[in-house]
């Protein structure tokens, strides 16, 4: 009898333990997981934005495409969650920000412009959304610009919206000379480029300072060349008529002091002539470096006023990109240009 009663226990024992597990897993599978939010069942949030005092424009995420503008007291709604944005304006520069949006609540975020203007680098997004583009390259007039891989072409400015990513970009002017170089591009910033053969003609006023610099700035050897020769030969003879002038004066005053001390009329009237052939000497290697100072200070003149005349085929128009000034400015730039020739 008593392993028949251990057997009905154990019996028992056993069931009771299964039913109460499968109590336990029963209650788990009618109760919520409260660590999973059910995002059917949540409600949205807003941000509320103050902009001062222009209009602002937004990406939302990394879609850099269709900006969402913003005025002032725009608000707009959103999944409570986090959220990414760049925001980006006219004087305001580019800036990304995250937000936690909370449930049925308002967040109110002010945007303002700086009180300096910032540098057009900070434009970037801007820039590209105006421009619809992400590439600005600024060359000669007549200086040919095109992109590796693409179908884009231009003279003497070039706008281009490419996909991210490093391009070939190529130069070639009039006279066939040919460089090249590489541009990283993305989604939404302008990438702006300048590239000129021609000279600046602020750099070549500055070369002007130095003899025959700014000749050869502006291609033109034979005149640096002459530049140099003429001012070298004519400071290089100052210079030496300078140093024999020191020595004849040197001569001449020690001839003097000879003079005053002579003994005797013959001694005192060889010392006289003496002192008439040196001081003719003198005099005349003074005149000479006279003669070759004014001489190189005229070639220095002249080199110096030629620095500002404009080459054979002219200084570059500098076409500095400043998004800030030239956004109230739009062009075509596409364009067709046609010619008619009539031979009699």
Sequence with gaps: MSL???FIKSSLGLVLFFAIVDFGFALQAV???SSVADT??????YIQYQ????TVYLYEGENYEDPVILTDTTTLTYPAGFHRFLIFGKAIPDRRINFH???NDTLTYEIQAPVNTPDDEEFSAYAAHKWNANLMVFSDDETMISISGTDHFSYGSLRADLPPGTYRVR???ANGKREEVFLEVNSYQLTTYDHYFKPNESNARVAGLIPGASQFYKQQPLKGISAMALMGITTGLTLHYDSKLATGNDELLDIRQQYDRASSEQLALELGNQLEEVGAEVTSYRNRRNLFRVAAILVYAANFVDAFR???NGFAK???FNPYRDFSVDFNQEFVEARVQINF
């Design 51 to 54: 902009v001062l005092p222009d």
């Design 31 to 33: 109760q919520p997981d």
């Design 171 to 173: 130069f070639e002017n």
């Design 318 to 320: 500098k076409r500095t």
């Design 40 to 45: 059917t069942a949540q409600q949205p949030g």
């Design 310 to 312: 404009e080459p054979e």
């Design 4 to 6: 028949k009663l251990l």
């Design 101 to 103: 949006v909370v449930e």
